[in-house]
């Protein structure tokens, strides 16, 4: 095999890459969307608005009945005040703390766990803590989950699109540089076939250069799955909590594979082809 084709298998290798980069990104955010709209669900806060002063007695008597309540996480169950309310809005809006009348009630705030979030868990709650005494009512929205698995599916999809645009991009480069590279040797491979050479045997080197651009694609993508989990992990945000190790190594897996059949099917169907014209 001679080194006529040494520019185009850079281009080759290096659109391979950007399509092993973006199928990986498309799978993490698959594999993690269930994870990433649970964590959504157990840091949507639900609102018990409570009438003013009450007494701290019947306040903690209802934190005990919503802890009491199947689904909700005990720990998140607290009690804010409406001077609270109004210092945290304040900085969240702008709304000025010198204010005549705070507009905000003391409230309960609580969270559900993932698996009990749902409407019709809530409007159970709802209608069992409004009969309790100095409960003006429970407000919450469900918005958010819906709006995260749009904005999941929108983006994910989007990767799709454009890997798959790159997949074409990528299979044409392939065909032309391996085109490329029989025609420049075509001389040595008649040569080869005049003294009785095996098909296996001539397409070998091909085979060989195409196992070394997916290696070299593989690594790239190593790199950038590798440095993106390291940093998210390292961050301490909440991208340390969603991601997981055994999704990531499934991508790279998955991403092995594709590699696989974008490059290597697609050398070896190219020269089967090219042998089988030069033999007729």
Same mark, same amino acid.
């Given at each position: 095999m001679t080194n006529s084709g040494k520019p185009t298998q850079f281009y080759a290798t290096m659109s391979t890459s950007i399509v092993l980069v973006l199928i990986s /990104?498309?799978?993490?955010?698959?594999?993690?969307?269930s994870n990433i709209t649970n964590i959504v669900k157990e840091n949507i806060n639900i609102l018990v608005e409570l009438e003013d002063n009450l007494p701290s007695g019947e306040?903690?008597? /209802?934190? &005990?009945?919503?802890?009491?309540?199947?689904?909700?996480?005990?720990?998140?169950?607290?009690?804010?005040?409406?001077?609270?309310?109004?210092?945290?809005?304040?900085?969240?809006?702008?709304? %000025?703390?010198?204010?005549?009348?705070?507009?905000?009630?003391?409230? /309960?705030?609580?969270?559900?766990?993932?698996? %009990?979030?749902?409407? %019709? &868990?809530i409007k159970d709650i709802k209608s069992k803590i409004e009969l309790e005494k100095g409960v003006l009512g429970l407000y919450y929205e469900n918005d958010s989950v819906d709006l995260v698995k749009t904005n999941l599916e929108k983006i994910s999809y989007g990767i799709l699109i454009l890997a798959f645009c790159f997949v074409i991009l990528a299979l044409a480069i392939i065909f032309n540089t391996v085109k490329l590279t029989l025609?420049?040797?075509?001389?040595?491979? &008649?040569? =080869?076939?005049?003294?009785?050479?095996?098909?296996s045997f001539?397409?070998?080197?091909?085979?060989?250069?195409?196992?070394?651009?997916? =290696?070299?694609? =593989?690594?790239?993508?190593?790199?950038?799955?590798g440095g993106l989990s390291g940093y998210l992990i390292q961050s301490g945000s909440i991208f340390a909590e969603i991601l997981q190790i055994k999704y990531v190594v499934l991508t790279l897996v998955i991403s092995f594979l594709a590699a696989l059949i974008i490059q290597f099917a697609t050398t070896n169907s190219i020269l089967n082809d090219f042998l089988r014209k030069v033999n007729r």
């Open positions: /990104l498309f799978l993490l955010i698959f594999f993690h969307s306040v903690g008597n /209802l934190k &005990k009945i919503l802890i009491k309540q199947s689904g909700v996480l005990p720990s998140s169950v607290e009690f804010v005040s409406k001077k609270d309310a109004l210092e945290l809005m304040s900085r969240e809006l702008n709304i %000025s703390e010198s204010l005549d009348e705070n507009p905000f009630r003391d409230l /309960l705030k609580f969270n559900l766990s993932n698996d %009990s979030y749902s409407e %019709s &868990k025609y420049s040797d075509i001389k040595q491979i &008649k040569t =080869m076939e005049i003294v009785g050479a095996e098909k001539i397409k070998k080197p091909y085979l060989r250069a195409a196992f070394g651009m997916i =290696m070299k694609a =593989m690594i790239a993508v190593f790199v950038f799955i």
